[in-house]
C-alpha cells in the first residue's frame, strides 16, 4: 500500500478522489489547503510516496506548495492537476520537477495506469 498526500480546495473533489485511489489500494490523506499539506509532508518527508496536488488552490499557488515539498525532499514524485492544463502550466510544473499534470477530467479514470507507471 502505498501513501499519498492529496491536496484540492474542494472538499468533494478530496472525497471523491480520496474513495477512488482507496478502491485501488492506496491510503490518502486529503488536505484543502496548501499550509496544513505542506506541515504534514514536513513532519515525515518519507511517509510519502507520491502527492497530488491541484494547481489552483484558492488564494494559494499549488506550484508554490509543489516546489515547497521538492525543496524538502528531492525527488518526490509530485502530481499536478487541475479544471484547465495548458501547455504553459505542463511548463511551469516541468521546471520545477514535478513528475505528471492532468487536466482533473482524467485523474480518476488514469489514476490507476499513471500510478503503475510511477511506481513500477
Known amino acids: 500500500m502505498r501513501k499519498i498526500l492529496f491536496v484540492d480546495d474542494d472538499p468533494l473533489v478530496g472525497m471523491m478522489t480520496t474513495m477512488a485511489l482507496g478502491r485501488l489500494g492506496h491510503a490518502v490523506e486529503t488536505f484543502t489547503s496548501g499550509a496544513p499539506a505542506l506541515e504534514a509532508f514536513r513532519r515525515d518527508p518519507h511517509a510519502w510516496d507520491l502527492v497530488i496536488s491541484d494547481i489552483h488552490l484558492g ?6 506548495l509543489c516546489r515547497s515539498i521538492l525543496e ?40 490507476a495506469q499513471l500510478l503503475r507507471r510511477i511506481f513500477d
Not at 509530485?78 to 501547455?87: F, N
Open 59 to 64: 488564494p494559494e499557488c499549488g506550484f508554490d
Open 72 to 111: 524538502t525532499r528531492p525527488g518526490m514524485r509530485v502530481i499536478m492537476a487541475s479544471g484547465l492544463v495548458d501547455s504553459g502550466d505542463v511548463e511551469r510544473a516541468r521546471s520545477i520537477g514535478v513528475s505528471e499534470v492532468l487536466p482533473k477530467s482524467e485523474v480518476v479514470t488514469e489514476f
